[in-house]
């Protein structure tokens, strides 16, 4: 069971279709992007506070399992979710449905964290995982209703 959840809808536009009309593979990844800065935005930490707070979180490693297509035009749901507290390292799983609720890619983003200053690998800050805590309480709540 995730300890975040977060959904973000997204529409296929032409520009992301290949000559076939399909969504090209590579915009999975934007897709996985896009609704993590959302879900990020949403609980009050954005890319940009995080950095002002002197820590950069770069890609370590992108998955992603391709098993239906989507099409020009279609509405997508990103759901992005986090399993476990990050220490070292922040895993957002993500998974990604087309207009008719069917399950049509999975994938995960592994971010690191490194100090601006140093450039070096750090821990989670103890502030980053204390927003988190609080969106864990949040949304634990809002389930038990």
Known sequence: ??????EHQF????????????MHHSNYIVLYEMARTEWLRSIGLT????????VMSPIIE??????????????????VFMDEMPQ????????????????INTGSVTL??????????CRAP??????????IEQQTKTNEQ
């Not at 069971?1 to 977060?6: G, H, N, Q, T, W």
């Not at 529409?11 to 399909?22: A, E, H, L, P, S």
């Not at 890319?47 to 002197?54: D, F, K, L, V």
């Not at 992108?62 to 759901?79: C, G, H, R």
Request: charged share 30%.
């Open 62 to 79: 992108v998955q992603s399992k391709y098993m239906y297509p989507a099409f020009y035009d279609e509405v997508l749901t990103v759901k």
């Open 112 to 121: 690191g964290f490194m100090s601006a200053e140093t450039r070096r690998p």
């Open 88 to 103: 070292a390292r922040l895993i957002i799983g993500a998974e990604v449905y087309n207009e008719s609720g069917k399950l």
């Open 47 to 54: 890319y940009a506070e995080i950095e002002r707070r002197g």
């Open 11 to 22: 529409r296929v536009r032409y520009k992301d279709t290949d000559q076939m009309g399909i």
């Open 126 to 135: 103890e502030w980053f995982v204390e927003v988190l805590n609080k969106q």
């Open 1 to 6: 069971m995730a300890l975040i959840a977060y």
